[in-house]
């Protein structure tokens, strides 16, 4: 058995948002999928999740000034790259 990365302390919740849910949410939002960072499907934090490309994963981060702050990623194949600098 391998080390379960969601027990970890640094690692945030991580909730699939369901597909009924997202139109609701991005209209809410005000955006498309497409503009949702992105979070590649291999993430060892959204493997338990088994999510598919296109879907939506909610991250709960615990912070010190708002109690918790809410992100959202669209699951993509492959792995995500930061580009920095121009």
Not at 53 to 82: E, F, H, P, Q
Request: glycine residues 6%.
């Amino acid at each position: 058995m391998g080390f379960d990365v969601q027990s970890h302390y640094l690692v945030p919740e991580h909730v699939l948002v369901r597909k009924e849910k997202t139109e609701e949410l991005l209209a809410k939002l005000g955006i498309k999928a497409k503009d949702l960072p992105q979070i590649s499907k291999t993430d060892p934090a959204i493997k338990p999740l088994k999510a598919e490309k296109g879907d939506v994963v909610k991250i709960i981060r615990n912070s010190l000034t708002a109690k918790n702050s809410v992100y959202y990623r669209r699951v993509v194949w492959g792995v995500v790259c930061l580009l920095v600098g121009n």
